[in-house]
């Protein structure tokens, strides 16, 4: 079969496909929205629904995780499946390839559970309680501030710094969440402070 087609009628024909296609990836189809809806109660049955913040970069995107098994019964909850959020307006419900793969980030074998600590003079690492972990952390700065605390310089001015330790600060976190960090680091006199996201 030959059909004659001018170049006027192909680029008309052309335009018009161009725009149709344009259209429903803009949404303007019901067709994702339908098979999505017919899809998801299948997935996510009687799984108990959480928001949380991805924990990779200063993006903070928002991220819906799922898990099966009910706390108040006694059960432990497993996370199934992580998605996007569609109500966040950082990502409105997309991920980057590493959001995409939290799932494996969760539930990978290499995952540390709970804190260690080495010993001086040892060659592994022991597991500690978290309380113990806090106390020990909080011991070892009260005690590092109390021995270095610069309160006035050679000229008698007051400066207040405590520069032998520092604080390195997680971005994935909410801005008010970074701002009470900013402000416990620097009330405590830390001239050494750094974020991913240079808060």
Not at 135 to 163: C, S
Request: proline share 4%.
């Amino acid at each position: 079969m030959n059909v004659e087609l001018s170049r006027r009628a192909f680029l008309q024909t052309a335009g018009a496909g161009l725009a149709g296609t344009t259209l429903g990836a803009f949404g303007f189809a019901d067709i994702e929205a339908a098979h999505a809806a017919a899809i998801r109660p299948f997935k996510l049955a009687t799984t108990v629904e959480t928001r949380n913040t991805c924990p990779y970069c200063s993006v903070a995107c928002g991220i819906i995780m799922y898990s099966k098994g009910d706390l108040r019964k006694g059960e432990k909850a497993e996370i199934t499946h992580i998605e996007g959020d569609t109500d966040h307006p950082t990502n409105r419900g997309t991920l980057c390839p590493k959001g995409s793969a939290l799932l494996g980030f969760v539930k990978s074998p290499t995952r540390l559970q709970h804190p260690l600590i080495r010993k001086p003079g040892s060659d592994k690492f022991e597991p500690i309680g978290w309380e113990e972990a806090l106390d020990r952390i909080a011991r070892l700065m009260k005690d590092d501030r109390d021995k270095n605390f610069v309160a006035r310089n050679n000229d008698g001015v007051t400066v207040n710094r405590w520069i032998t330790t520092g604080f390195l600060a997680a971005s994935a976190s909410t801005n008010e969440t970074a701002f009470a960090t900013y402000k416990v680091v620097r009330s405590a006199g830390m001239l050494v402070f750094d974020n991913q996201a240079r808060v």
